[in-house]
């Protein structure tokens, strides 16, 4: 039995793939290295003594990802990560982000009732909910009244599985919202690094800290939260990770279609997170109040009791724990950078 892992040389794919390594799964990756780097196999051999057969295959490649499957014949299940993620690069280019993930998304389903692949775990995201009418959000709360292209993308792919499972009953479908990823493998040899000036919190933190950028700007101090500052639940990227191993574990159960949110079940702000990583790792982070940004809403955080009872999962790194790890990997990368 093996995995197939879509964008797993990517920030939650490579932690993820660890994971599935750390559990005598077989994984089989593909990725077309749109924004991830070939050396990224030698990081996850590094960490866990294998080379995973890796093949350079972009999803919208038909043929290609055909050859996937008809190579790997003991393939069972597919954790799709493949996809375009940048907000606001998305309102620009809508085409690309509709075309690259609803596209790779159909292909994978045509090609795994082709080939009588049943299970799929699919990175969804807490953008589907919108702007929540409260907090914390249930995975039966309403979704729906997204910002920009890439959270509609989200929306469409849910959608496009419930009518993909209504007939084809076989199949096994873990729809997976994630709230806000942070952090790194406690190694440091892997995490988050983006390219040009980063869009996320936790990245910019890291890139003034390190000095590539001067200060941070929070964008609004006032939001009705408790410090006016917006309001996210920050998962630490390894127990993100941990989710899906516990995911397949659910689909390999015949569940049919399953969602959860994979959150820690906690609000924070900008300004507890600035905090938090200045206390942690004894670094000052200079900051400027800046005006809100669009799109951006107050307060996001998830209830995730479902995914503790139905998956036994649970976060257990804090937000201290993954402040630490980001900075660890920051380091490391931009060392690694200088050296080049
Ligand atoms: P990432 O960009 O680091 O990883 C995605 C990987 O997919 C990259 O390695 C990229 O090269 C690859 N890829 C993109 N298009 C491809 C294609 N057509 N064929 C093959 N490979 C392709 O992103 P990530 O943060 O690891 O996110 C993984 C998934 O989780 C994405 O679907 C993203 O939308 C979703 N998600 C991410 C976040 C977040 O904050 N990071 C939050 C919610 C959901
Ligand atoms: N923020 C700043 N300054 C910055 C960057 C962010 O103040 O330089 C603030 C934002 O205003 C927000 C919070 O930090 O209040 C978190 O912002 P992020 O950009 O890190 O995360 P978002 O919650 O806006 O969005 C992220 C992903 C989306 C995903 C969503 C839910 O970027 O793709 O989480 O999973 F859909």
């Known amino acids: 039995m093996s995995i197939l892992v879509t964008g797993g040389l990517g920030y939650i794919g490579s932690h993820t793939i660890i994971e599935l390594i750390n559990q005598n799964e077989e994984v089989v ?163 988050e690094a983006p390219n040009g000036i980063p869009n996320n919190l936790m990245p910019y933190i890291t890139q003034v800290a390190i000095g590539i950028r001067e200060k941070l700007s929070v964008f609004g101090d006032d939001y009705p939260t408790p410090d006016g500052t917006g309001v996210r639940d920050y998962i630490h990227v390894v127990d993100l990770a941990k989710g899906h191993v516990a995911a397949i574990s659910k689909l390999r159960t015949n569940s049919g279609l399953v969602i959860y949110n994979l959150g820690t079940g906690k609000g924070t702000s900008v300004l507890e997170l600035v905090h938090a990583f200045e206390e942690a790792n004894g670094v000052k982070i200079p900051y400027v109040i800046a005006p809100r940004r669009a799109g951006d809403i107050a307060e996001c955080y998830a209830n995730c009791d479902k995914a503790k009872k139905e998956l036994n999962w649970v976060a257990t790194h804090s937000i201290v724990d993954a402040c630490r790890d980001s900075w660890r990997f920051q380091q490391y990368f931009t060392k690694m950078e200088s050296e080049k």
């Open 29 to 191: 990756c593909i990725d077309n290295l749109s924004n991830s780097k070939i050396t990224m196999l030698d990081q996850i051999e590094k960490i866990t003594g294998k080379r995973i057969t890796f093949y350079q295959v972009d999803c919208l490649d038909k043929d290609a990802l055909e050859n996937v499957f008809k190579k790997h014949d003991d393939i069972d299940t597919i954790i799709h990560f493949a996809g375009s993620k940048a907000v606001g690069e998305s309102v620009v280019k809508p085409l690309l982000y509709y075309e690259n993930n609803l596209m790779s998304t159909i292909n994978l389903l045509n090609l795994m009732i082709k080939y009588h692949v049943n299970n799929f775990v699919f990175s969804s995201s807490a953008t589907v909910y919108g702007n929540p009418e409260r907090v914390p959000l249930f995975e039966t709360d309403k979704i729906g009244g997204t910002t920009n292209p890439y959270g509609t993308t989200k929306l469409i792919i849910e959608g496009i599985l419930q009518d993909v499972y209504k007939v084809h009953k076989e199949l096994n479908i873990a729809i997976l919202r994630y709230f806000n990823p942070i952090g790194a493998h406690e190694s440091g040899l892997i995490g």
